[in-house]
């Protein structure tokens, strides 16, 4: 059965989408609450719940008197601080490289579940407009993947230190919000650089855990299988959704994470 989008996320949706096609831009004023309850055949209060959520997510500034817009600082800066390991490797003097595994597009019909929850994504509900003419080159087979429901991009990358492998990435990013993203040469464009100059980022999460190097990325890494490595999972958000996740493995005895307090 498809999934029924409640009206207050159907006014979300459409506000992000003029938003992010450049029809409302930062500063801009928005349509009135009454406008918008009558375009989408619902109540004020529905709206306002649209409003208020948008405003708690930065992407919208309401003013007393004045109306409600679009806000000037979520697209102008960006709010979270990603470092990535070119900056690492290159602020400590040592020879940064990047080797690119293998890019493609995915479809609903692809991702598994943690994917689905990370995006949000419904198979049922992706709309067949969706990028009809995408096609890219899938690194690792050197055959052509195309689809007219592209949902995430997905690249692995391996990242060397003076040419040891240091760190294996592994990232999905929203097609929708990107589009150029998968026709970037990752072996000289920063994947984290690009999405930051490309779409700024408001909030993100993380997590650490120590594992056990599984087969393939052990291989990848140049380690022993089951050898200890240091997993950095991370979602960052854009206009109040999820606009990447990545998994970066680093094998144990080559890297470390600091900081200061």
């Known amino acids: 059965m ?27 004023a928005i349509s009135t609450e009454m406008a918008l309850a009558k375009e989408f055949g619902v109540s004020r209060m529905t709206v306002n719940r649209a409003l208020k959520e948008l405003s708690e997510e930065r992407v919208l500034e309401r003013r007393q008197g004045s109306g409600t817009f ?8 960006t709010f979270v601080e990603v470092r990535n390991i070119a900056q690492d490797l290159k602020s400590a003097n040592r020879d940064y490289q990047a080797q690119v595994v293998s890019k493609r597009i995915l479809t609903a019909a ?9 995006f949000d994504i419904d198979e049922v509900a992706v709309s067949s407009n969706t990028n009809a003419d995408t096609t890219v080159m899938d690194d690792s087979t050197g055959a052509d993947s195309s689809s007219d429901v592209a949902v995430l991009y997905e690249v692995k990358i391996i990242h060397f230190a003076d040419g040891q492998p240091i760190q294996f990435e592994e990232r999905w990013v929203d097609a929708q919000k990107v589009p150029e993203f998968i026709e970037q040469d990752f072996s000289v464009v920063n994947t984290s650089d690009y999405l930051i100059a490309k779409s700024p980022l408001e909030r993100g999460s993380y997590t650490i855990r ?8 052990a291989a990848l890494l140049q380690i022993a299988p089951q050898s200890p490595t240091l997993v950095l999972r991370r979602q960052t958000y ?14 144990g005895d080559r890297y470390q994470f600091s900081g200061e307090l």
């Open 2 to 28: 498809k999934k029924t989008i409640p009206a207050y996320q159907r006014i979300k949706n459409a506000i992000l989408d003029n938003i992010h096609s450049g029809k409302w831009q930062a500063g801009n």
């Open 70 to 77: 679009v806000a000037q600082q979520q697209f102008n800066h």
């Open 110 to 118: 692809m991702l598994d579940d943690e994917l689905r929850r990370k």
């Open 210 to 217: 120590a594992l056990a190097a599984p087969d393939e990325i």
């Open 238 to 251: 854009s206009a109040g959704r999820v606009l990447t996740f990545v998994k970066m493995w680093h094998a």
